[in-house]
């Protein structure tokens, strides 16, 4: 199709309506220049800030969680932690449905709804952060709902790979993940900076006054400012309801990827019902993980993830009706390839450790820098004294993210040029080393009445954890795709992102745990561990001189 494409042929693109396009040729050529550049480049563009959003969302507690301990909350640093840890699983486990959305709902439909199911969360934990007095659940259930924005990934990268002819895949897709992944950093830096402000004036409710120095990007604010905490989530909503306009206005579904999508409000339907199906074994693992008074705190996490990851695909598989069997049966059909569990720890290590350190590191760096450890007058070291030279966390826990997801573009294309795998391993021997190195400092600092002077290697540690996963995420990526072919890449991504997004709970909760038992340094060299390990791991499937497939 050129540019003088006739009105019937351009009629005989779309389907019912404008926004339903019936046909889709991206490896023709002249269709893609003539018209199919300009309709997959727009819905890219929407994709992106769309995405961005989502990425905001889920990880937003991390920092909101250090605003409750600067502002007096009656909750425990470790009851802080659960609530990035509580967001970080949802959107894990959110994944795994995600990405059957496209197919059976249209892209439009499925990101335009996802999108805008964002202002659930964003507004709930605006009207909780008003109330210093609310029990922790309720805390909880916004955290939980929040993981709506982890599971957009999926669907998201799902619905772009279909618009772009093959050679450019990893340019579009690099583009949405990179550019998605900054939703990290801007959170950061926006939430902190609308907090110091009355962004929605006497509707926005009234301010608490901080008990303990916060800051933002610019430095320091000093203990007594006015804060509204609860402009973490509301200012979300200056964003989500244009952006919801644009992809409903902006965004085409894909008849020749989602054939059978329905109506709208049948689309709606089906996106509805299966993020509901990820949300009950969610809350009852949960239930029997958290301990009381919200749950039964029966299982430790190692158990936690496994049986939350049983049970989503046991349901999934249970309640498939209609299309959706045959979805779900190509997707445990990849569980029969190997390179499908080797590749899932591998991303692991880049994207889990990326995510992971995003949730855990502002409530880190407060709890050990924010705070002089001294012992009492029995020799036993406490860690509750108000440093006074702290440095200010919210001016430099964005820099960490931003970092990750600048280079992940890079990682895609070195991996180009030399092979996934090489690059893979050399960051995977970066980052245990640097583990190990971070955990040190860590310790050093626990356990200094000064800890401030230890920040400035912390902070530089943690800036090569955060470039070698970046780097990996983009390597990992190709990886998937030079192993399995189109049909199989998509289910394989999806998977693998969804078990990797599981760091967003595991480092909260373990960096937690040993912060609490005054070894913070053993959660990093546990990390250098498992590194080391998929350091093998990579090596005997894609190095060795009878790799299964040789450096991909």
């Known amino acids: 199709m050129n540019a003088t494409t006739t009105a019937t042929q351009r009629k005989a693109m779309h389907g019912s309506s404008a926004a339903d396009i019936a046909d889709w040729r991206p490896e023709d050529n002249a269709f893609w220049e003539g018209t199919g550049k300009k309709v997959a480049y727009r819905n890219l563009w929407i994709s992106i800030p769309a995405l961005l959003c989502g990425f905001a969302v889920w990880g937003m507690w991390g920092i909101i969680a250090v605003q409750m301990l600067n502002l007096g909350f009656p909750f425990s640093q470790d009851e802080l932690f659960t609530l990035t840890a509580i967001a970080g699983i949802a959107g ?26 964002l202002l659930a969360p ?15 659940w309720a805390f909880q259930l916004m955290a939980l709902w929040s993981g709506v924005g982890g599971g957009n990934f999926a669907s998201s ?20 993940a990179g550019l998605g992944n900054f939703g990290v950093t801007t959170m950061q830096i926006v939430i902190p900076l609308v907090m110091t402000v009355p962004l929605l004036g006497a509707f926005g409710g009234e ?16 203990a007594g ?52 199906l990820a949300f009950v074994p969610t809350i009852f693992m949960l239930w029997l993980y958290l301990p009381k008074p919200t749950g039964l705190g029966l299982l430790n996490m190692w158990v936690a993830i496994p049986l939350d990851i049983l049970m989503a695909l046991t349901v999934m598989r249970l309640a498939a009706f209609g299309e959706m069997k045959e979805g779900v049966k190509k997707q445990f059909a990849i569980f029969k390839d190997k390179h499908t569990w080797s590749l899932t720890a591998l991303y692991i290590v880049t994207f889990g450790s990326f995510i992971g350190f995003s949730m855990a590191l502002p409530l880190s760096m407060k709890v050990i820098f924010g705070v002089s450890h001294v012992p009492d007058a029995n020799g036993v070291m406490q860690h509750t ?26 990682g895609g294309w070195i991996s ?66 030079v192993i399995f072919d189109r049909a199989q890449a998509g289910p394989v991504l999806g998977w693998t992102s969804a078990v990797a997004a599981y760091g967003a709970f595991i480092a909260p909760v373990l960096i937690g745990q040993y912060i609490k038992a005054g070894a913070p340094q053993l959660a990093f060299y546990g990390f250098a561990v498992f590194y080391a390990l998929c350091l093998v791991l990579n090596w005997w499937f894609y190095l060795r001189g009878n790799a299964y497939v040789k450096n991909p």
């Not at 995600?98 to 499925?110: D, E, K, M, Q, V």
């Not at 080393?433 to 002077?453: D, I, K, N």
């Open 122 to 136: 964003a507004i709930g934990t605006g009207i909780v952060l008003q109330h210093k007095d609310w029990p922790l």
């Open 92 to 117: 894990a486990t959110m994944r795994i449905p995600a990405s059957f959305l496209i197919r059976l709902a249209g892209g439009r439909n499925t990101i335009f709804l996802t999108t805008s199911m």
């Open 157 to 176: 990268m799902s619905n772009i790979s279909g618009f772009f002819p093959k050679r450019l895949q990893g340019t579009a897709l690099g583009l949405n």
């Open 416 to 481: 180009d040029k030399v092979g996934g795998s090489i690059v893979t391993q050399v960051i995977t021997a970066v980052m245990a080393l640097a583990a190990v190195a971070v955990g040190y400092v860590m310790m050093l600092a626990y356990g200094s009445a000064t800890p401030e002077q230890y920040f400035p290697m912390f902070l530089g540690l943690f800036m090569v954890l955060f470039f070698a996963s970046g780097i990996g995420n983009g390597s990992t990526f190709r990886t998937i795709g």
């Open 385 to 410: 004294l108000n440093n006074p030279n702290a440095p200010t966390i919210l001016a430099y826990a964005w820099i960490g993210p931003f970092v990750g997801a600048a280079t992940r573009p890079i």
């Open 225 to 276: 400012t006015p804060t509204w905490v609860q402009n973490a989530g509301f200012a979300w909503v200056f964003s989500l309801v244009p952006l919801g306009a644009l992809c409903w206005f902006g965004m085409n579904n894909l008849k020749t990827v989602s054939p059978n999508s329905g109506s709208p409000i049948v689309a709606f339907a089906k996106i509805t019902y299966l993020y509901t």
């Open 207 to 222: 301010p608490m006054t901080l008990l303990k120095d916060s800051g933002w990007i610019f430095g320091k604010i000093a």
